[in-house]
């Protein structure tokens, strides 16, 4: 069975077809095949962030925030989990697999405390004027993070 991307909130397969395995660098076995992603799957990716986008951007601060504490829950309550595949996909110790996931769980819990803390300034400018600047969503990035571990 192929692992496919999620895209728009669904399993799909790559545009191309094209998959890689994944070998368990422990055992030299394969761990899984993957579908192999490519510019149109990231375009396909992009337009679902933007469509999804038109609602995250009108939600509160504080609506963010739940989003962001419930998505911190959800990797602590599955860290074992989360740092056996990592473990079984990259060869990354068990102990350093679990701290990677607990790290990401905070990253996300800072944001979320900090959502609604962030905010504009007031700026006086020439001639009895105000300048008001507002700190909100403003679009959708694509980005490609090296994973290069070990």
């Known amino acids: 069975m192929t692992e496919e991307l999620v895209i728009d909130g669904a399993r799909v397969a790559s545009a191309s077809g094209r998959t890689f395995d994944s070998i368990n660098p422990a055992t030299g076995a394969l761990f899984r095949t993957v579908a192999e992603a490519g510019a149109e799957d990231v375009d396909r990716a992009v337009r679902a962030a933007a469509r999804a986008f038109e609602d995250w951007g009108q939600r509160s601060p504080i609506q963010r925030a739940k989003v962001l504490f419930r998505w911190a829950d959800l990797l602590e309550s599955h860290v074992d989990e989360l740092g056996l595949l990592e473990t079984r996909d990259m060869g990354m110790a068990i102990g350093d697999a679990r701290w990677c ?42 980005l490609i993070t090296p994973w290069n571990f070990p």
């Open 101 to 142: 996931v607990g790290n990401a769980a905070a990253v996300m819990r800072y944001y979320a405390g900090a959502v609604d803390k962030f905010f504009g300034n007031t700026i006086p400018v020439d001639r009895d004027g105000v300048l008001l600047t507002f700190r909100e969503p403003i679009g959708v990035a694509a």
